[in-house]
């Protein structure tokens, strides 16, 4: 099955999910100075997903000191979002669930079957968008494992360098 995504430069999709602690993550609530990062994960299945959301929320403010929202998505359902809420240190992160397949798709995400019995039916593999405030998309990062994901302290130096350098969206000619 082909998927049909969005490009840098092109719109972003709609986000708007229920959050784990209550309320709701929406993309175009946010009004950063620079960027709104969104980060997609497997779900509380995920030991890799647990490390990286846990570093994420301890160091929201190194990323909300440079004008940088963030949020994080998955496609667990409310009890799984629940397991997580008791389980993981994701507090002062929005964190959303229940992100539906085509959304996902429509993010150009990669989609995945289950595999394991602590796993889903189906959940979307890690991803992380990069929006400007105008809701157009920066940057996408997309991958098919769990594993190799762009180190914070990494994606942190680079969004510097973007906004020191006015560094312009590339990828925006076909995925």
């Known amino acids: ?17 229920p959050a784990i602690c209550g ?6 609530a946010e009004h ?11 779900g509380v299945h995920c030991p890799i997903c647990k490390t ?25 359902s409310e009890e799984r979002a629940g397991r997580q809420a008791e ?10 669930y229940a992100l ?13 079957q289950k595999e394991k019995d ?3 039916d189906r959940f979307a593999e890690p991803g992380i968008a990069i929006v400007y405030p105008d809701g157009t998309i920066y940057a996408l990062f997309h991958q098919s494992v769990p594993f190799a994901r762009p180190r914070l ?4 130096k680079g969004l510097d360098f973007v906004v020191e350098k006015s560094y312009p969206a590339r990828g925006t000619l076909a995925a």
């Open 32 to 42: 950063p100075d620079q960027f709104t990062i969104v980060f997609f994960y497997r």
């Open 118 to 120: 602590s796993e889903p």
């Open 52 to 76: 990286q959301t846990e570093e994420l929320a301890a160091r929201v403010d190194e990323f909300e000191k440079r004008g940088i929202k963030v949020l994080a998505a998955s496609m667990d």
């Open 100 to 112: 539906s397949e085509a959304d996902a798709r429509a993010w150009g995400l990669f989609i995945s």
């Open 23 to 28: 309320g709701t993550i929406d993309l175009a």
């Open 1 to 17: 099955m082909s998927q049909h995504h969005s490009l840098p430069g092109s719109p972003a999709p709609a986000l708007s999910l």
């Open 87 to 96: 389980g993981w240190k994701i507090a002062g992160l929005k964190v959303g």
């Open 153 to 156: 302290d990494d994606l942190l």
